[in-house]
């Protein structure tokens, strides 16, 4: 419950920002404007913590070419990363995850759901 409630805010919260960038006449995002990302929220085993595990693993995927995004959450055992699938394919993102090296713990992903953002109509 608590993860679709995460999703529903980001998602929320994106499209707020959308809506405000556009109505200024500035040019949004290319990650917004083209809706060529996409999101996953991602499952994660074996995180002792959220300042050493999860937020290594955010920071090794927000290095990666084509990561948008990425929220890793040690309490909720989750990350939600966005990514443009064009430049970087979802095992590869897995693979950032789960190749993290931090002390001697192992990552392991246990559950990969795409999410589906909705998106506005330009009136």
């Given at each position: 419950?608590?993860?679709k409630i995460v999703v529903l805010f980001i998602a929320m919260f994106t499209l707020v920002i959308n809506n405000c960038l556009a109505q200024e006449g500035e040019a949004l995002p290319a990650?917004?404007?083209?809706?060529?990302?996409?999101?996953?929220?991602?499952?994660?085993?074996?995180?002792?913590?959220?300042?050493?595990?999860?937020?290594?693993?955010?920071?090794?995927?927000m290095d990666s070419?084509?990561?948008?995004s990425s929220e890793i959450s040690f309490?909720?055992?989750?990350?939600?990363?966005?990514f443009d699938p064009t430049i970087i394919t979802i095992e590869e993102v897995k693979a950032i995850i789960t190749d993290t090296k931090v002390k001697d713990y192992n990552y392991t992903i246990t559950s990969v759901k795409t999410i589906t953002a909705i998106t506005p109509k330009n009136n």
């Open positions: 419950m608590k993860s990650e917004i404007l083209t809706n060529d990302s996409s999101t996953i929220l991602v499952t994660i085993e074996g995180m002792a913590c959220q300042e050493g595990c999860a937020d290594k693993i955010s920071s090794n995927l070419e084509g990561v948008v309490e909720n055992k989750s990350g939600l990363i966005s």
